[in-house]
């Protein structure tokens, strides 16, 4: 026994070796990550500056009168009030679900030879559901990130509403079955977009294995999202086709390099994170001195981008800095990991500064990384989907909530009058309006 307890203290005693650079940081025990930086600054305005409260409420508020007959504390009777002061409280009123019947005349028309009715705009048709209660669970589920059985918690619990999670979530395919052309739309704007960001990430359908695919573009404030079984780039060719007229922004993804592009620009910020983690374990000199060249021709890079030069000396500094990155590819190396950044280097080697060459193009993918993230919050609560009809509305929904937040409009109004428009018409608005279609760079 006390053998065993002393080859257990001196295996916890042991140095553990440096954590592979490509582990997820969720994979990680947190003993074994760096401690958390100290906030730089205080939180809250700055000394000086003034405060900020809520604004105050509409002129049409109600009133209420407080009064006192007697003292709170000894109970003598009180006379007259000496001062008044106000208070603004606002709050929401109790909420119970209101039950409309709708009587539907019908009648009979002598040119159609059939019976027409009055539109009902408040649901869908045959649904009891109405479209208000939709759109919001809808809002809370797939752009907050509520899961199903909480939704359906608080509508049974605060709201008095008794709903079924399987009920709801048919309603909600439904939905967005109908918001289908919406989601087209999308497509078809993506194709054309002029700088165009890509990421990818892991996700669930009924516990297998499948991939979230994010394509964005923050000029035309437009998000598009696609589940797929498939990580490898026939889904980039269905959905961009065989060439791309814009700019693809993406990281160093294999998947990337089976598509073409009129112009593609890669992450730099991936390739700064590839170098630091690297650095974490690999000392060797030969990497140190690597790693500090490269390192300094990508912030030089950076730096350039954001100045106001001639075109001149524009045009002369951006030829310098390829000139040295191909000094630094050229020479040859003994360090394995030397050797994998000079051959990934060489691979993209003209995908790297095109934001130097085009002021439109960022230098980094964290549009993309950006948008995805909200999905990437949705899957930590919930186990994604249990269906491949449950992924299609999961990816139809989020498509268009985050491309309306992006757009600074209401999804809630927007999604309302677009379903009372398919109730009364059977067809929908418009998302997009043909101003908004942006040409491509090849163009």
Request: net charge positive; charged share 25%; hydrophobic share 35%.
């Amino acid at each position: 026994m006390d053998q065993e307890l002393e080859a257990l203290k001196k295996a916890l005693q042991a140095p553990r070796p440096h954590p592979d650079p490509s582990t997820p940081s969720g994979m990680r025990p947190p003993y074994e990550k760096p401690p958390r930086k100290a906030r730089k600054k205080r939180p809250g305005r700055k000394q000086g500056h003034p405060g900020v409260r809520r604004p105050p409420p509409p002129e049409n508020y109600q009133t209420q009168v407080h009064t006192l007959s007697d003292c709170p504390h000894c109970h003598h009777p009180l006379g007259e009030s000496c001062s008044t002061r106000e208070r603004f409280v606002e709050d929401i009123p109790e909420i119970k679900p209101t039950v409309t019947k709708h009587v539907i005349k019908i009648y009979y028309c002598c040119t159609c030879r059939k019976p027409v009715e009055a539109p009902v705009e408040e649901a869908l048709p045959r649904n009891t559901l109405g479209n208000q209660l939709l759109i919001h669970t809808a809002y809370l589920h797939f752009h907050v990130g509520v899961p199903l059985r909480q939704i359906v918690t608080y509508l049974n619990s605060c709201l008095h509403f008794p709903v079924s999670p399987g009920g709801l979530a048919l309603a909600w395919q439904r939905v967005a079955q109908i918001l289908s052309p919406w989601y087209q739309s999308l497509e078809v704007l993506i194709r054309i977009c002029s700088v165009l960001h890509i990421d990818e990430t892991g996700w669930r359908v009924l516990g297998k294995a499948y991939w979230l695919w994010c394509f964005t573009s923050e000029k035309s404030r437009v998000a598009y999202y696609l589940i797929s079984p498939s990580r490898a780039s026939p889904v980039l060719k269905a959905v961009l086709g065989e060439f791309f007229h814009g700019v693809l922004v993406c990281d160093f993804f294999g998947a990337y390099n089976k598509i073409s592009a009129f112009l593609k620009q890669r992450c730099l910020l991936h390739l700064l994170r590839d170098l630091i983690r690297t650095s974490v374990f690999h000392r060797t000199p030969e990497w140190r001195d690597f790693s500090k060249k490269l390192k300094r021709i990508i912030k030089d890079a950076l730096r350039l981008s954001i100045q106001t030069l001639p075109p001149e000396v524009y045009a002369q500094r951006c030829a310098l800095i390829e000139q040295r990155l191909q000094t630094l590819i050229d020479q040859s190396y003994q360090d394995g990991q030397c050797k994998r950044l000079v051959k990934r280097l060489k691979r993209h080697q003209q995908e790297l500064f095109t934001f130097l060459k085009h002021p439109e193009v960022p230098a980094d993918n964290n549009h993309a990384e950006r948008t995805i993230r909200p999905a990437v919050n949705i899957r930590k609560t919930s186990y994604c989907n249990r269906s491949e009809k449950g992924a299609k509305t999961q990816a139809i929904l989020m498509s268009i909530f985050r491309t309306l937040h992006l757009r600074q409009q209401d999804p809630i109004i927007t999604i309302e009058k677009a379903l009372r428009h398919y109730c009364k018409t059977g067809s929908l608005p418009t998302l997009f309006e043909k101003t908004e279609i942006q040409l491509p760079l090849a163009a």
